[in-house]
């Protein structure tokens, strides 16, 4: 997590997280902590919330017949997490997500499971319609206890180069 005590003025400062363009290099990896440890509650909420009405995800006794034996976490929730995970490291300050590619699910997610996670930076070039800013590419893997290789994806983004985040204004 990268974090910045900016002074506003006197004694007064203003916490700032996340990366400028220029904090970025090709190859960097980012660890994402802390973990989480995803409940039956976030899986079964979120299920609902989403509409999503399939039964493996909160109906033990059908999830007991199916080749998982438990109910599964919801993978759109394992891809929220995870990209929450990553924001304060590649995201904080982006100015716009501009496309999740590759998206992953190499093993189940099961209510009780720790994610861990990190981010690998792939690209990083300068923005040809916005001199203030970059694009960044990075690919976040995410992993459960016992490093068993859970998710993993691509993501672009629009980020401002130093001076120019919302966060630098002076009257934020």
Same mark, same amino acid.
């Given at each position: 997590?990268?974090?910045?005590?900016?002074?506003? @003025? @006197?004694?007064?400062?203003?916490?700032?997280?996340?990366?400028?363009?220029?904090?970025?290099? *090709?190859?960097?990896?980012?660890?994402?902590?802390?973990?989480?440890?995803?409940?039956?509650?976030?899986?079964?909420? #979120?299920?609902?919330?989403?509409? %999503?009405?399939? /039964?493996?995800? #909160? =109906?033990?006794?059908?999830? +007991?017949?199916?080749?998982?034996?438990?109910?599964?976490? %919801?993978?759109?929730?394992?891809?929220?997490? *995870?990209?929450?995970?990553?924001?304060?490291?590649?995201?904080? +300050?982006?100015?716009?997500?501009?496309?999740?590619?590759?998206?992953?699910?190499?093993?189940?997610?099961?209510?009780? =499971?720790?994610?861990?996670?990190?981010?690998?930076?792939?690209?990083?070039?300068?923005?040809?319609?916005? /001199?203030?800013?970059?694009?960044?590419?990075?690919?976040?893997?995410?992993?459960?206890?016992?490093?068993?290789? *859970?998710?993993?994806?691509?993501?672009?983004?629009?980020?401002? !180069?130093?001076?120019?985040?919302? =966060?630098? !204004?002076? =009257?934020?």
């Amino acid at each position: 997590m990268v974090a910045v005590a900016k002074p506003v @003025g @006197g004694r007064r400062t203003r916490e700032s997280y996340g990366r400028y363009f220029e904090d970025f290099e *090709v190859g960097d990896i980012y660890e994402h902590r802390p973990g989480r440890t995803i409940s039956e509650a976030d899986n079964t909420w #979120f299920t609902l919330l989403t509409m %999503n009405q399939h /039964p493996i995800h #909160f =109906d033990k006794e059908y999830a +007991k017949r199916s080749e998982f034996g438990q109910p599964i976490v %919801n993978s759109c929730l394992t891809l929220a997490i *995870v990209a929450g995970m990553s924001v304060s490291d590649v995201s904080q +300050k982006a100015i716009a997500n501009l496309g999740w590619t590759d998206i992953a699910m190499p093993a189940p997610v099961f209510n009780g =499971d720790t994610l861990m996670a990190e981010s690998e930076v792939l690209v990083k070039r300068e923005s040809a319609s916005r /001199p203030t800013a970059g694009i960044v590419t990075v690919k976040t893997v995410a992993f459960k206890q016992g490093g068993v290789r *859970v998710m993993e994806f691509s993501r672009q983004m629009l980020v401002p !180069k130093r001076g120019h985040a919302v =966060d630098d !204004k002076a =009257d934020y």
